[in-house]
T-cell receptor, first 117, second 114 residues
Framework: AQTVTQSQPEMSVQEAETVTLSCTYD???????LFWYKQPPSRQMILVIR??????QNATENRFSVNFQKAAKSFSLKISDSQLGDTAMYFC??????????????FGKGTKLSVIP | NAGVTQTPKFQVLKTGQSMTLQCAQD?????MSWYRQDPGMGLRLIHY???????DQGEVPNGYNVSRSTTEDFPLRLLSAAPSQTSVYFC?????????????FGPGTRLLVL
């Protein structure tokens, strides 16, 4: 079974600063996908960024980037130039490659990020 | 496209009552799933479907039934609600199964069981 651990229940960052959210996972799979989802107060789940395990290059999406360390099973999210709209819960999630037969997204417990003006 | 829609937005039930949470998508997605989110927890998979007529259990299926008679709809049934089922329920869909596909989430249904 896969597990996803987010060790920071809450974090805060000053507007325009950079913050890094941590995520570690445990799996015996070699091929899989990792995600960061954002959940603002509206409760809508929004995909922020996705990383394929077979790709060594770290994924980036505008101000969001990841540091993917496959051997260490670590997948952190860096938010640059933080904005007030980044205030939300952030969930790290894992899913095995489709051929492994499991279709379940496994989520961490989340990190509540507050951006301070 | 409306994307993934869920009704109702909020519901209060008494213990023992039954109800159906509705989920629909208009993107012709094969894969649909139901998650529940409890305070301090991430989302946990209840049931999923890889196509019309095919459903399977996720991590926390007890107390819930599903069916998939059409590609568009994937209702979640609570046959006899219990306080432990108080939660926020999310429906999600993707074009096909697997992590290479983006999962689209509905806005959620907040359920309170008294």
């Amino acid at each position: 079974a896969q597990t996803v651990t987010q060790s920071q229940p809450e974090m805060s960052v000053q507007e325009a600063e950079t913050v890094t959210l941590s995520c570690t996972y445990d799996t015996s799979e070699n091929n899989y996908y990792l995600f960061w989802y954002k959940q603002p107060p509206s409760r809508q789940m929004i995909l922020v960024i996705r990383q394929e395990a077979y790709k060594q290059q770290n994924a980036t999406e505008n101000r969001f980037s990841v540091n993917f360390q496959k051997a260490a099973k670590s997948f952190s999210l860096k938010i640059s130039d933080s904005q007030l709209g980044d205030t939300a819960m952030y969930f790290c999630a894992f899913i095995p490659w489709a051929g492994a037969g499991s279709y379940q997204l496994t989520f961490g417990k989340g990190t509540k990020l507050s951006v301070i003006p | 496209n409306a994307g993934v829609t869920q009704t109702p937005k909020f519901q209060v039930l008494k213990t023992g009552q039954s109800m159906t949470l509705q989920c629909a998508q208009d993107m012709n997605h094969e894969y649909m799933s139901w998650y529940r989110q409890d305070p301090g927890m991430g989302l946990r998979l209840i049931h999923y479907s890889v196509g019309a007529g095919i459903t399977d259990q996720g991590e926390v299926p007890n107390g819930y039934n599903v069916s998939r008679s059409t590609t568009e709809d994937f209702p979640l049934r609570l046959l006899s609600a219990a306080p432990s089922q108080t939660s926020v329920y999310f429906c999600a869909s993707s074009r096909k199964r697997g992590g290479q596909e983006t999962q689209y989430f509905g806005p959620g249904t907040r359920l309170l069981v008294l």
